[in-house]
T-cell receptor, first 114, second 111 residues
Framework: GAGVSQSPRYKVAKRGQDVALRCDPI?????LFWYQQALGQGPEFLTY????????KSGLPSDRFFAERPEGSVSTLKIQRTQQEDSAVYLC????????????FGDGTRLSIL | QKEVEQDPGPLSVPEGAIVSLNCTYS??????FMWYRQYSRKGPELLMY????GNKEDGRFTAQVDKSSKYISLFIRDSQPSDSATYLC???????????FGSGTQLTVLP
């Protein structure tokens, strides 16, 4: 596809379950970002990859959050032992090579923890 | 205090009005400034991307950056009902590649 693709679009899980969210970036985009967006707020940075290397994970809220991009393309954000405060929209963005190129976003995964 | 401040609105205007949206920021390292539009249950869509100070125009949209005042603006001319959405300012710069967003302004253009 032409844009950033995220799946699933909606995910409902019970507190304590593990979840995995997938991001398929724009083809050829080297940089990939994950953001968390709470209701009525702007997105907040979680982590950043350049190719397969995770260069910045300073925004991950706890060690229950883990992200990977093993082949430098598709990325997975995993949340272990989910808590109610993890309920949010998780957005993925990608950008091409070069410093501070514009980021293009997917439509996100809306995660609800019951 | 947040690094980027944005009036959340909501803002309601009649069709055809000129809309002015604004953000202020505190981090002087920011050099890249963006405006995104976000429709309900969709991801942010890039509208404008500017580097450093100055103006940039694209159709009905004009982005202004005043780094001396740490103030950015987005103007929408001849607003349309289809412009009804949440508008997010975002910025980056220095050693950080990630975007820092404002909280978004919810705009409604009434037909």
């Amino acid at each position: 596809g032409a844009g950033v693709s995220q799946s699933p679009r909606y995910k409902v899980a019970k507190r304590g379950q593990d979840v995995a969210l997938r991001c398929d970036p724009i083809s050829g985009h080297v940089s990939l970002f994950w953001y968390q967006q709470a209701l009525g707020q702007g997105p907040e940075f979680l982590t950043y990859f350049q190719n397969e290397a995770q260069l910045d994970k300073s925004g991950l809220p706890s060690d229950r959050f883990f992200a990977e991009r093993p082949e430098g393309s598709v990325s997975t954000l995993k949340i272990q032992r989910t808590q109610q405060e993890d309920s949010a929209v998780y957005l993925c963005a990608s950008s091409s090579t070069g410093s501070n190129q514009p980021q293009h976003f997917g439509d996100g995964t809306r995660l609800s923890i019951l | 205090q947040k690094e980027v401040e944005q009036d959340p609105g909501p803002l309601s205007v009649p069709e055809g009005a000129i809309v002015s949206l604004n953000c202020t920021y505190s981090n002087s390292a920011f050099q890249y400034f963006m405006w995104y539009r976000q429709y309900s249950r969709k991801g942010p869509e890039l509208l404008m991307y500017t580097y450093s100070s100055g103006n940039k125009e694209d159709g009905r949209f004009t982005a202004q950056v005043d780094k001396s005042s740490k103030y950015i603006s987005l103007f929408i001319r001849d607003s349309q009902p289809s412009d009804s959405a949440t508008y997010l300012c975002a910025m980056s710069g220095g050693s950080a590649r990630q975007l820092t967003f404002g909280s978004g302004t919810q705009l409604t253009v009434l037909p």
